[in-house]
């Protein structure tokens, strides 16, 4: 809050360089919800196909071990290996489960935000081990939002579950009645019943967390317009400094300008508020070229430095509005403008024949 009160209200969108700052330090919209719906949907459904393989091989389990119970002596050998056996048995049996748990986490991850390696939150946080800080995160508005969540989860899953068993519960009398095989069927179906439910659930949560955590990601990247200001400056740089380096650019390109002036032929007037430079070599270039042009002050210290070099004032506002206006330093006359400067250079080289 006092962040807020000093820098501003955080009402602006994120730029794409906060956006990338944030998932650079793992800050990313990733809800636990959905990679718990992801987890469980794809195990129920792998469940009901692998349920009956399953359920097949641990009656095996089950009769095999009580085959051989009146053989067995109560040693620790005999524990180990009956240990070793239903260890290896089990696991075999839950390893597909295990598997698939991992490739779904993984998933689940990855499309909720893409492909993203950084060290950054395992880097350590001395401030971290504050405990006055550590109690006001236990005690934050974020932590109770997350105890609110997991127990409203685990009390809709728990109560659902609950009148699922309960409407099976005199089904249920008659199990001690049943071979094996039947209970085995009847657990395994009770189980996926009572799964199916809480999956439903959980997907609907998961649809309401991913959209909660998504909004959360964004109010919390949003910015201030000062933090916008700064971060112009960081990414463009400072306005005044990037004005500064203009006026020397601006500088060092009138410096050049002005030492081509003493190659021009003919200096075009307006007569005070602008000058232009012209230059043209029959045998270098297809048409006379402008080699400086300006107006007031740029214009006095071109005409000062023709006249310091005898090159001569040509009196002509249209053609040097024109020219001042539609051809850049460097660049050659338009052709509709060709009459006109040829008329002026001629003049001059006709005074130039005049003088000799």
């Not at 180990?80 to 056996?85: A, D, G, K, P, V």
């Not at 499309?111 to 006055?132: A, E, H, R, V």
């Not at 201030?224 to 740089?237: A, I």
Request: net charge positive; glycine share 6%; aromatic share 8%.
């Amino acid at each position: 809050m006092a962040e807020d009160t000093s820098s501003g209200e955080r009402t602006e969108s994120p730029s794409a360089k906060r956006r990338e700052d944030f998932r650079k330090k793992g800050q990313v919209a990733q809800s636990r919800e959905v990679q718990t719906a992801a987890l469980f949907t794809i195990l129920l459904l792998f469940w009901l196909f692998y349920a009956p393989i399953f359920f097949s091989r641990i009656e095996e389990v089950i009769i095999a071990v009580w085959k051989n119970s009146g053989s067995y002596a109560i040693t620790p050998p005999s524990i180990m290996q009956l240990s070793y056996f239903l260890a290896k048995n089990l696991g075999l049996l839950l390893s597909p489960l295990f598997l698939l748990a991992m490739v779904i986490g993984f998933f689940s991850t990855f499309l909720q935000i893409g492909w993203l390696f950084t060290g950054q939150p395992l880097t350590p946080d001395l401030s971290k081990l504050d405990p006055i800080k550590g109690m006001g995160r236990f005690f934050s508005k974020k932590s109770l939002v997350e105890l609110i969540k997991s127990l409203s989860k685990v009390l809709l899953i728990g109560w659902v579950a609950y009148q699922t068993v309960r409407g099976e519960f005199e089904k249920a009398l008659v199990l001690g009645q049943m071979e094996l095989s039947a209970t085995l069927s009847y657990l395994g179906t009770t189980a996926a019943l009572v799964m199916a439910k809480a999956v439903a659930i959980m997907i609907f949560l998961a649809a309401l967390d991913f959209g909660f955590v998504r909004w959360e990601m964004e109010e919390k990247m949003k910015m201030t317009k000062q933090e916008q200001k700064e971060e112009m400056k960081e990414t463009e740089g400072d306005p005044h400094i990037k004005s500064k380096i203009r006026a020397i650019q601006q500088q060092l390109a009138r410096s050049r300008m002005m030492e081509a002036v003493p190659e021009a032929d003919v200096v075009i007037t307006n007569p005070t508020r602008i000058a232009v430079a012209i230059k043209y070599d029959p045998s270098a270039m297809e048409a006379p070229e402008v080699v400086a042009k300006g107006q007031e002050i740029v214009a006095g210290k071109i005409r000062e430095l023709a006249r310091e070099h005898e090159i001569p004032l040509v009196e002509n506002p249209p053609v040097a509005r024109l020219l001042h206006k539609k051809v850049e330093i460097g660049q050659a006359i338009p052709e509709e403008m060709f009459k006109a400067v040829a008329e002026i250079l001629a003049y001059v080289y006709s005074l130039k024949k005049t003088s000799r």
